[in-house]
T-cell receptor, first 115, second 109 residues
Framework: NAGVTQTPKFQVLKTGQSMTLQCAQD?????MSWYRQDPGMGLRLIHY???????DQGEVPNGYNVSRSTTEDFPLRLLSAAPSQTSVYFC??????????????FGEGSRLTVL | KQEVTQIPAALSVPEGENLVLNCSFT??????LQWFRQDPGKGLTSLLL?????REQTSGRLNASLDKSSGRSTLYIAASQPGDSATYLC????????FGPGTRLSVLP
């Protein structure tokens, strides 16, 4: 059981370049989300999705785009990378059930450096 | 806005000690509470999930409790081992998960 899979694990970009971080889950989870983790800032929510075709902004959405065309995949796009986007990015998913249910599962992270 | 704090920020104990990690939140309208472990350079591993109708959960040497009325959760680790060294994060699920800053634990042999 693969769980939540993120690719790539490491990436170096130059300022202004674009790229997509991939996230896939094989647990048929309706809810998927992207976080960034920075020293001293903790984990902050970028975007999330409660099902295919539905996305919404989190706490720090600027500079990032998402789409959800299938239940399994939730890619995160950086359209024009900036040094401030240097971070470790985590994808997470959970079953969307009644309130108070749903354990959150994380991928192993993608470490992005923007020069 | 939900805010989550964790005390202490860092903790160093000798092997074999029982220890308590604390997590506090400001908004009582939470549903799930989840504790995670993060090893350096790794992702987050789920340790315990307390659902809204529960007050505590146990897994092996770990016990987590939730008191919504006081806005607190506690993670108890019994008979600590060097392999327990990691950062422990709590997270509250309201509309979305909100994470605490973590407690960095070192268990010395």
């Amino acid at each position: 059981n693969a769980g939540v899979t993120q690719t790539p694990k490491f990436q170096v970009l130059k300022t202004g370049q674009s790229m997509t971080l991939q996230c896939a889950q094989d647990m048929n989870h309706e809810y998927m989300s992207w976080y960034r983790q920075d020293p001293g800032m903790g984990l902050r929510l970028i975007h999330y999705s409660v099902g295919a075709g539905i996305t919404d902004q989190g706490e720090v959405p600027n500079g990032y785009n998402v789409s959800r065309s299938t239940t399994e995949d939730f890619p995160l796009r950086l359209l024009s990378a900036a040094p401030s986007q240097t971070s470790v990015y985590f994808c997470a998913s959970k079953r969307r059930g009644p309130r108070g249910t749903g354990e959150l599962f994380f991928g192993e992270g993608s470490r992005l450096t923007v020069l | 806005k939900q805010e989550v704090t964790q005390i202490p920020a860092a903790l160093s104990v000798p092997e074999g000690e029982n220890l308590v990690l604390n997590c506090s939140f400001t908004d009582s309208a939470i549903y799930n509470l989840q504790w995670f472990r993060q090893d350096p350079g790794k992702g987050l591993t789920s340790l315990l999930l307390i659902q809204s109708s529960q007050r505590e959960q146990t897994s092996g040497r770990l016990n987590a409790s939730l008191d919504k009325s006081s806005g607190r959760s506690t993670l108890y680790i019994a008979a600590s081992q060097p392999g327990d060294s990691a950062t422990y994060l709590c997270a509250f699920d309201g509309q979305n998960f909100v994470f605490g800053p973590g407690t960095r634990l070192s268990v010395l042999p």
